[in-house]
């Protein structure tokens, strides 16, 4: 049996709407492909957003700015040695981008200029933090993508 062009075109067509089925119905499926939005309220979250940039800017005339480092009992935040510890307030939000319901927010408080976020609670990975703190009625962030 001998196939002309037009018969092979319409096979070409077929094979390739039957691959695209099946990588749809296989995406919507299966759950290791499923991945959450960074927040349920995206658009609440988007009028804020100048807030953000008015907030990193304040960060950026800080002599020294919010550190982090991997320890062996987790992670371990330093806050600017100059400033008074106990006036530093705000909260550390943990987003994993890959589980949603291992995401954490964190309030500080500080003994010291240290806050030690506890190596039980995160898992190997890249996390995103966001270190929303406020010192002297000015506002702080900090944000940065790790792996831990």
Same mark, same amino acid.
């Given at each position: =049996? !001998? ?17 695209? =089925? ?9 759950? +290791? ?10 658009? +609440? @979250? ?8 008015? +907030? @990193? ?20 935040? @330093? ?6 510890? +106990? ?8 987003? !994993? ?28 990975? !890249? ?11 000015? @506002? ?9």
């Amino acid at each position: =049996m !001998r196939i002309n062009w037009g018969v092979g075109i319409v096979i070409a067509f077929v094979l390739f709407i039957a691959f695209i =089925m099946f990588f749809v119905i296989k995406m919507n499926t299966e759950d +290791k492909y499923d991945h959450d939005l960074v927040t349920d309220e995206y658009y +609440k @979250e988007e009028l804020n957003y100048q807030d953000a940039i008015d +907030k @990193e800017s304040n960060a950026k005339t800080l002599k020294t700015d919010v550190k982090w480092k991997k320890s062996a009992d987790g992670i371990l935040i @330093e806050f600017p040695s100059d400033l008074d510890h +106990k006036k530093i307030s705000g909260k550390v939000f943990l987003y !994993r981008p890959s589980n949603k319901q291992l995401d954490m927010e964190i309030p500080i408080s500080l003994s010291d200029h240290y806050l030690l976020i506890p190596d039980d609670r995160l898992l190997d990975g !890249r996390w995103n933090i966001s270190i929303d703190w406020k010192y002297n009625q000015m @506002e702080y962030l900090f944000k940065e993508e790790i792996v831990y």
